[in-house]
């Protein structure tokens, strides 16, 4: 299992241009999750999905779209880069495991930079 | 609206000591509390979690306490390693499946 894949890990952006942030499962999870970290912010909720078919905003969903593209995949798109969209964006997932368990998996990251 | 306020931001142990990372929740609909530890270039990872009908977990060094009527949980981890170095991050949920939200992190150096 490769658990939450993000594509790609790293990316330059010039003001403006727009870019998709790919985002795949193999845990056969119902939610999906996009986060943005950002330094003394901590993890903010950009958009989710709470099952295939259906999403819904998050904390911070300005200047961003999203696509649950199928179970497994989850994208998130940026129309016209800006500057203050630099940060690191963190995937993630979770189905019902036990009762007790609400466990979220993250993805390693794509540190994206707008320039 | 913040709804977990994690303190402190920053947190230098030394190895074999204690470190104690503390988080405030507004909303009582919250029933799920989790910390999670991130090491950098990773993502976070799921280190421990408590409901709120026990006040203490423990895992290893890992503790979880929980005061409901105080609406605060904090993380222990006892004898503390280098290996331990990392942010850790306090969160909450109402329900099954339902977005986290996250405290700001804390960063944990522990020196030897």
């Known amino acids: 299992n490769a658990g939450v894949t993000q594509t790609p890990k790293f990316q330059v952006l010039k003001t403006g241009q727009s870019m998709t942030l790919q985002c795949a499962q193999d845990m056969n999870h119902n939610s999906m999750y996009w986060y943005r970290q950002d330094p003394g912010m901590g993890l903010r909720l950009i958009y989710y999905s709470a099952s295939e078919g259906t999403t819904d905003k998050g904390e911070v969903p300005n200047g961003y779209n999203v696509s649950r593209l199928n179970k497994r995949e989850f994208s998130l798109r940026l129309e016209s880069a800006a500057p203050s969209q630099t940060s690191v964006y963190f995937c993630?997932?979770?189905?019902?495991?036990?009762?007790?368990?609400?466990?979220?998996?993250f993805g390693p990251g794509t540190r994206l930079t707008v320039t | 609206q913040q709804q977990v306020k994690q303190s402190p931001q920053s947190l230098i142990v030394q190895k074999g000591g204690i470190s104690i990372i503390n988080c405030a929740y507004e909303?009582?609909?919250?029933?799920?509390f989790p910390w999670y530890q991130q090491f950098p270039g990773k993502g976070p990872a799921l280190l421990i979690a408590?409901?709120?009908?026990?006040s203490e977990k423990k895992e290893g060094r890992f503790t979880i306490s929980f005061n409901k009527s105080a609406k605060q949980f904090s993380l222990h981890i006892m004898d503390s390693q280098p290996g331990d170095s990392a942010t850790y991050f306090c969160a909450a949920s109402i329900l099954r499946d339902t977005p986290l939200v996250f405290g700001k992190g804390t960063r944990l150096s522990v020196i030897a």
């Open positions: 408590i409901r709120p009908d026990v």
């Open positions: 909303n009582t609909a919250f029933d799920y």
């Open positions: 993630a997932s979770s189905g019902t495991t036990t009762y007790f368990s609400y466990e979220q998996y």
